[in-house]
């Protein structure tokens, strides 16, 4: 167990819709990941947090977007959903610094399913 | 654009040794070398990581090479459990380059 929590587990839904994924970090990690997983591209990073603010950005479609909150859980948001988004969405969190840090480790939750019909 | 090269699988006999190994010919004087687990579709799992000198821990070895152009990741006493997909990352300060990994089978 990283400590890290996702939910749901598993989110089934239909094209064109909006789902909100959730992840509460481990306790004391101030930054924030999301990572996209599928079939033909592998574990993609998405997006960065760190203390609420956006970190880095990574291949992240137009119609994601995701945010940090003052309690410092994250949720993605995945909107005008298509068949191609059915993947396994990961977050994972470090302790993040405000500088840049070239040793800094991640840890993973469980994901989420999707599953775009 | 990943910055390492893995081959796509091994196949390692239960209780040897597995080396994995990993190029990174690119590599920056700062950036660390960071070694991942995926078993089925689990979240990836840290295993170890370094920079210049080699490191052990509970899980593995990491060797890395004088020039740092290239590591083995070491599993002394390979399992079954040990069954996964190896991800060999060089870490530029914010993202993590997955790439394609390496398949490990471990054969009773």
């Known amino acids: 167990d990283s400590g890290v929590t996702q939910t749901p587990k598993h989110l089934i839904t239909a094209t064109g819709q909006r789902v909100t994924l959730r992840c509460s970090p481990r306790s004391g990690d101030l930054s924030v990941y999301w990572y996209q997983q599928s079939l033909d591209q592998g574990l993609q990073f998405l997006i960065q947090?760190?203390?609420?603010?956006?970190?880095a950005k990574g291949n992240i479609l137009e119609r994601f977007s995701a945010q940090q909150f003052p309690d410092l859980h994250s949720e993605l948001n995945l909107s005008s959903l298509e068949l191609g988004d059915s993947a396994l969405y990961f977050c994972?969190?470090?302790?993040?610094?405000?500088?840049?840090?070239?040793?800094?480790?991640?840890?993973f939750g469980p994901g989420t399913r999707l599953t775009v019909l | 654009d990943a910055k390492t090269t893995q081959p796509t699988s091994m196949d390692c006999a239960e209780g040897r040794a597995a080396n994995l190994p990993c190029n990174h010919s690119?590599?920056?004087?700062?950036?660390?070398v960071y070694w991942y687990r995926q078993i089925h579709s689990q979240g990836p799992q840290y295993i170890i990581h370094g920079l210049k000198n080699n490191e052990t821990n509970e899980m593995a070895s990491l060797i890395i090479t004088e020039d740092r152009k290239s590591s083995t990741l070491i599993l002394p006493h390979a399992t079954l459990r040990d069954t996964a997909v190896y991800y060999c990352?060089?870490?530029?300060?914010?993202?993590?380059?997955f790439g394609t990994g390496t398949s490990l089978t471990v054969i009773p």
């Open positions: 994972a969190s470090s302790v993040g610094t405000s500088g840049r840090l070239w040793t800094d480790t991640q840890y």
């Open positions: 947090y760190y203390n609420g603010e956006e970190r």
């Open positions: 690119t590599i920056s004087g700062n950036e660390y």
């Open positions: 990352i060089v870490y530029t300060g914010n993202q993590f380059y």
